[in-house]
């Protein structure tokens, strides 16, 4: 196994007085997805925004690429080829797909490889090219999920750090999307880092599983060992009692089969 | 006639309401913060030119003191941001209001205490001189107007929709934390929208000391070009023009037409009737995020 490319040791996050994480470290892999798994409020969004710049970490060390770069500005973390994706899509809503995809490629200036980068976003999702004229905020809610993830592969990054793509999504589109993600990283050798409730999804793509509760990282292992883990159930959906516990049944039939 | 000639007259006052009304956008569109000095911006760049170029100052060259004056005004917008503004980022916007009226304030008496309290004007080569078309006799200075009014627009239009830079300023306004994910340096476009903001209020001073008398309260009719940009719908560059327009044509003609003690109010009589009818303004850009 090589050396990881993203190494993340004892960081600590702070949204003001309240610890949003409390000393977490993981490693990911060159060429590996890995997936971090937990509730609302359990720190892995705030995971991401500190790894991409948004957010300073209190303490710890993140090293990317054998460079330190806990607390450095978010366009110098996109420039070293980290890319976020964020929850909820977050795209330019007046501007048109093409244009979305420019500002994707914000920090290159090598055209050349922004015309490349934007016929290889056109191959993996197709219906952007038939939207490219369109506003973002005219297309429906899996098409700006594309297009966020195809914005984030215009920064030709070495590694992208998604959040949530399956948000509000219908089930079969979180399975074309999850399909796309699983492309990318057979045949570009993506290197990604996951953060998902939606469990099982989330471990049939990663190689490697993490599971956060409040701040912490309770559990770790190989993605095909951990989805057999009969409480991974539990610790997604951070509830413990009988009557939920029904209701997760039925949901997973109806998400997953 | 006698209307064409108010028009002409009206659309060069618009004008100038409609640039300062585009710097109290471009600044809100960037950092949703509104800047109530925009006026006296204006105000001040006019009063920079006639610094410069008027004989009783330095008397420089026209054409030599208009790219200085325009320098200093970016200049001005930009340290405003970054010694000022910066730092009251993630305070409430309240703040940035009460800020920029106290500085709107502070412009005015400096100018005062500078340039004097009499009214001046820019001495400039087209004063005085006269274009004939048709029946009608127009200044020299409303032809002007119009005519750089319109290509500074066509020219932010093309910089806001082709180049690199323009499309960042663009997203950072829509949504500034994906601008922030996309790499793109938030804190330093901000800068050079205000610094942009301070240009078009330079030339906006140009002009209007060009064509009319400018003292230290001249600022004041911010007010008018705040209603011109809510008129037009507050966030829209074309909008802002626009309803500096509608608010420059509607003065002369309630002047003409309407009892003199009324007249005063037909702009924002306007204004009340597109926030009643249109609350959003003539030419919003309104777009409900879709989950």
Redesign the interface.
Known sequence: MSDPILTIRNVESFYGPIMAIRGVSLDVIPGQIVSILGANGAGKTTLLKTISGVMDPEKGKITFDGDDIQGSEPHKIVLKGIVHVPEGREVFPLLTVDENLSLGAFTSNDKGQIDHDRDLVFSYFPILKERRTQEAGTLSGGQQQMLAIGRGLMANPRIMLLDEPSLGLSPMLVQEIFDILKRLNDEQNMTMMLVEQNANAALELAHHGYVMEVGRIVMDDAADVLIKTEDIQNFYLGIQDEGARENRRWKRKKTWR | MDNAQLLISGLANGCVYGLIALGFVLIYKATEAVNFAQGDFMMLGAFVSIGLTNTEYMGLPFWLALPISLGIMGALGYLLDRLIIRRLFGESQTAVVILTIALGFVIRFAAGLIWGHEPQTLQNPLAGKEVRFGGLVLGMEDVAVIVVTVLLTWGLYVFFSRT?LG??M??AS??Q?????????VKRVQGFIWALAGVVAGIAGILFAAKGTVDPTTGLLGIKAFAAAVIGGFGSLPGALAGGLIVGVIEPFASRYIAAGYSQIAPYALLLAVLIFCPNGLFS?V?V???
């Open positions: 690199k499309l960042a663009q997203g829509q949504n934390l994906a601008a922030y994910y996309m790499g793109i340096p850009q777009l995020k879709k989950v």
